[in-house]
């Protein structure tokens, strides 16, 4: 096993696809291994490819201290930026790759070379992608990213790349494995978690080998008011407030624009606004006798937190046999399961948070102005008089609030992925072959707490008991309990068969070496069950929910035939054709072809070339789900807010957005090519530079309600899908899924690695790999105008941030028993829009994020061959993370921008692993 992973290591040096780690050259009389490289078909000795991947090794995992995909993930620049729900109190709790900023549907996840289920839960335009908390993070032995495009091998989603999380093999060890972590300042986020590895037999010498894998990990919650960095924006962006939402607790008279709370003469009924939670606004508008108008606002991000309460766990099976004849029988089982406890602001009551009906109004949240709670005293002492107070007719008034009294809205989600495959692989008659039977299916479940229900919490309100404006009595907290709505509201499955089967080999012998030929065929069904198990949840009588939910129940059938031609033509020169026929049941036919071209004219230069095309299929949401209502992922502001309500904070919020699909959308695709050089211009120091380039059309997407909303030009082109109740407020904006217009990105990729023994001081080794982004644009429309993304915040919406430069850089001393890791991980900052900075802290003034800069450092130490210590802190100078304006990168934190840097701060932990076998 070991000199197989020391070939591979040298062979990917060679083509400057990995690091020049020290090793010894196998014997010349042994036979060298064939494997398949991500991105091929064709199984070949390992030194005879060259393909722009990146490999992570166990080994160099370990030393990072990652305890999750993501972790990893945020290490590779071609991965811009996670679409990630885990470091959030809200939504689902996924996390998806994002390899070149294409989206997570343009990025193809494999487990050892094939596909799992896609997300169990899904929306119209939304991502159906592989959730990266289901890998079993224990059983990796290695994974390969594939920076280039590959539909011509693997079908749809592989578009931006591939990136393949391959198992441990043939592995006869036990290892048992602690491990503890802790932020500095101990205000949450505590990691602790255990991992074992057991391998029996051996395939030469007992014909069989049986591994078994098993990882558990335990997160703690870090709440947000505990670092506060939301505040920071006062300080980075003159004149602008905290977020905050006009949905406030104390609460407000709709039709008076005043909070109770405000004043102080308001009575000891009404609470005043607390400063963590709120902050005071004084219009120039005037009460009838002249005092200010003054409300509350609600700084929402100090109720959410930064990291919630998360359990992983996952476990990893292979058993091989040894058939004989050069040919393995083997069957694989996996399970993973991802639970979280997300917490966040307590349900926002207002007419916009409830559900649209039909006619396109909203339900009233009224008050009773007989009500004990109707500020009828204060009103009077602003100059107001009894025959302005019934502004609902009835002995009614409108109110907003925030249902603080009931407690934070808590999801609690559980993501689960089950996987079996049997296969068979080997050699016959001259043929290396793999077949394989796989069946994946992720489960995902929803459960509510502390949400209230629409229509109940109306009929409760209008008796008079509630006091939306301070404390609650003991008819009043009864109240709200018969108003919750809680319990199971989502349980989805997303199913995958497939059968799959290629084979390689040598054709001929020409001028540079032997010509190869791979064929395959896949067979895969896909299954879609999104269900929700609340009928009020489906209809979105769930104030402040997402929406309503309808099921989405779908599937279809995909057959393929792909082949691949390498032609090493002339010594160095090496041309490779492939192509590949799918076949879907509900949209048709595809066909992509690739070519790469490859010339490596002395042992220390190599160039590289490739061109292709590729596509991605929509999404079985995004042509079988009926409508669904939404809400925009920011508070945005209405440029044509109604006269005389310029300071009406319904002008001011989350606006309600109709999401509706389309059974006639055509696949989106794509055309790539890539160009590179690897020179080793001296032993143990490769360096590789490859300039890649993406262009797609027909793209599948939606124009986001943040995006026309926060985009004056889009504002005006998509005007007429914003529509507008009989009172000039928006009621909803209409975002359909669509084909749109193109997509254009390119960009350079550097990877440099060294090595230099030192002799007595043992071996230091070096690696710097970093993504420069130096276009990236796009159509909002077909035949409109590129808009350009790169260096910016994107459009708030589907487009996420775009940092022109990331790297990583590490530096591995090995002494001994000793061992020691510095790493440096590099953001370059991006620019927020005026658009989106108004649209949560104020100012309509620009903003540029600052750049990330982050250093890890680890010590390890073997004390005895069978034990290994590692202590190590991540974020070792303790950097806080830049500031950001907007609030949804991928995620729903404030203040910074989850998708790219962890919120912990320091961070230290340690590790213990001990062998046993």
């Not at 594939?146 to 060890?173: P, Q």
């Not at 002249?290 to 930064?306: D, L, V, W």
């Not at 989600?413 to 039977?437: F, H, I, K, M, P």
């Amino acid at each position: 096993m070991q000199h197989r992973h020391t070939r591979l290591a040298l062979a990917l040096l060679a083509t400057g696809l990995a690091g020049t780690a020290a090793a010894q050259d196998a014997p010349a009389q042994q036979q060298l291994e064939r494997i398949t490289i991500t991105g091929s078909s064709i199984k070949r000795v390992e030194s005879e490819t060259a393909l722009p991947v990146t490999v992570m090794t166990r080994d160099q995992i370990e030393k990072t201290g990652a305890t999750n995909v993501e972790d990893i993930l945020r290490r590779i620049g071609a991965n811009t930026a996670l679409l990630s729900d885990t470091t959030q109190g809200a939504g689902y709790a996924q996390s998806f790759a994002n390899l070149r900023g294409l989206g997570a549907n343009s990025t193809l996840v494999l487990l050892n070379g094939r596909r799992l289920a896609n997300f169990a839960f899904g929306s119209i335009g939304g991502a159906s992608s592989v959730d990266l908390n289901s890998i079993p993070f224990a059983a990796i032995e290695r994974i390969e990213v594939l920076r280039d495009g590959a539909s011509a091998v693997y079908g749809t989603d592989a578009v931006g790349g591939v990136i393949n999380f391959i198992t441990r093999k043939d592995y006869d060890k036990g290892e048992l494995t602690l491990k503890y972590g802790d932020t500095a300042k101990n205000i949450g986020g505590r990691e602790t978690g255990a991992s074992l590895a057991f391998g029996l037999g051996g395939l030469k010498s007992d014909g069989y080998n049986l591994l078994l894998t098993a990882n558990v990990k335990k997160q703690t919650k870090l709440s947000a008011i505990d670092q506060k960095w939301y505040l920071r924006g006062q300080q980075e962006i003159p004149g602008s407030d905290p977020p905050t939402s006009g949905r406030s607790f104390p609460g407000r008279l709709v039709d008076f624009g005043i909070t109770p709370g405000a004043y102080a003469n308001a009575g000891s009924g009404f609470s005043p606004c607390d400063p963590d939670y709120n902050t005071v606004q004084t219009l120039d508008d005037k009460t009838p006798n002249g005092t200010p108008i003054k409300r509350c606002r609600f700084i929402y991000p100090a109720t959410q937190e930064n990291l919630p309460d998360t359990t992983k766990a996952d476990a990893f099976g292979r058993l091989t046999l040894d058939m004989g004849a050069e040919s393995q029988l083997f069957f694989e089982a996996s399970y993973a399961r991802s639970k979280s406890i997300g917490r966040t602001a307590a349900v926002p009551i207002d007419s916009t948070a409830g559900h649209v009906k039909a006619d396109g109004t909203y339900p009233s949240f009224a008050l009773p102005i007989s009500s004990k709670y109707f500020p009828r005293e204060l009103l009077l002492s602003l100059g107001y008089t009894p025959a302005d107070f019934d502004t609902l007719g009835g002995g009614f008034t409108e109110i907003a609030m925030r249902a603080v009294p009931v407690g934070l809205r808590t999801n609690h989600t559980l993501n689960e992925q089950t996987r079996l495959v049997a296969g068979l692989t080997g050699v016959a008659s001259g043929w290396d072959y793999d077949a394989g039977l796989a069946v994946s299916q992720a489960k995902g479940s929803l459960d509510y707490f502390n949400y209230l229900h629409e229509g109940r919490f109306i009929a409760e309100l209008a008796t008079g008991v509630i006091n939306p404006f301070g404390p609650q009595d003991a008819a009043g907290l009864a109240a709200l309990d018969r108003a919750r709505m809680e319990g199971a509201m989502r349980r989805s499955k997303s199913t995958t068969y497939a059968l799959d089967a290629k084979a390689s080999r040598e054709l001929a012998t020409l001028a540079g070496g032997p010509m190869m030929l791979a064929l395959g065929a896949d067979l895969r069904k896909e299954k879609a069950d999104d269900r929700a198990v609340n009928a009020d949840y489906e209809q979105g009588l769930h104030i402040g929910g997402e929406g309503s939910v309808p099921n989405t129940t779908a599937s279809r059938s995909i057959y393929a035939v792909f082949g691949e031609l390498s032609m090493p033509f002339a010594k160095g020169w090496e041309a490779t054709v492939k192509a590949r026929y799918d076949h879907y049941s509900d949209f048709g036919n595809t066909f992509n072809p690739g070519v790469s071209l490859r010339f490596q004219p002395s042992k220390e230069v190599l160039l590289r070339a490739s061109a292709g095309t590729g596509f991605r299929a929509p999404t079985l949401w995004d042509v079988n789900s009926p409508m669904a209502f939404t809400n925009t992922a920011n508070s945005l502001v209405d440029p044509d807010c109604p006269a005389g309500h310029a300071n009406d904070p319904r002008c001011e919020t989350q606006f309600n957005v109709r999401l509706s699909s389309d059974p006639g959308l055509k696949p989106e695709k794509s055309r790539q090519y890539a160009l590179g050089a690897v020179f080793e211009p001296v032993r143990n120091l490769s360096v590789a530079l490859d300039y890649w380039h993406i262009q797609k059309k027909d793209q599948i997407s939606v124009i986001g309600g943040d995006a026309i909303m926060a985009d004056p030009t889009l504002y005006q082109r998509y005007n007429a899908r914003i529509h507008r109740l009989a009172s000039g407020f928006i009621s909803y904006i209409e975002t359909p899924v669509e084909n749109l217009g193109e997509l254009k990105t390119s960009g350079v990729d550097v990877d440099v690695k060294a090595s230099w023994p030192l002799g007595d001081l043992g071996r230091l080794g070096a690696s710097f790999a970093g993504t420069y982004v130096s276009s990236w644009k796009q159509q909002n429309g077909k035949g409109t105008p590129f808009v350009s993304y790169v260096g910016t915040a994107g459009d708030g919406a589907s487009v996420q941030p775009v940092p022109k430069w990331q790297h990583t850089l590490g530096f591995d001393w090995n002494l001994g028993n000793w061992n020691l890791t510095l790493e440096n991980v590099f953001v370059k900052g991006w620019t927020e829009s005026a658009g989106l900075v108004e649209a949560n802290v104020g100012p309509a003034v620009e903003h540029k994020v600052k750049d990330s800069s982050r250093w890890n450092m680890a010590v390890g130490w073997k004390p005895m061959p069978s034990l290994s210590l590692r202590l190590g802190a991540r974020n070792l100078l303790n950097q806080d993370p830049p500031f950001t304006a907007v609030s949804s990168y991928g995620s729903h934190v404030t203040g910074y921008a989850g998708s790219f840097v962890d919120p912990r701060g320091r961070f230290w932990y340690a590790t213990a692993s001990y062998q046993f076998k």
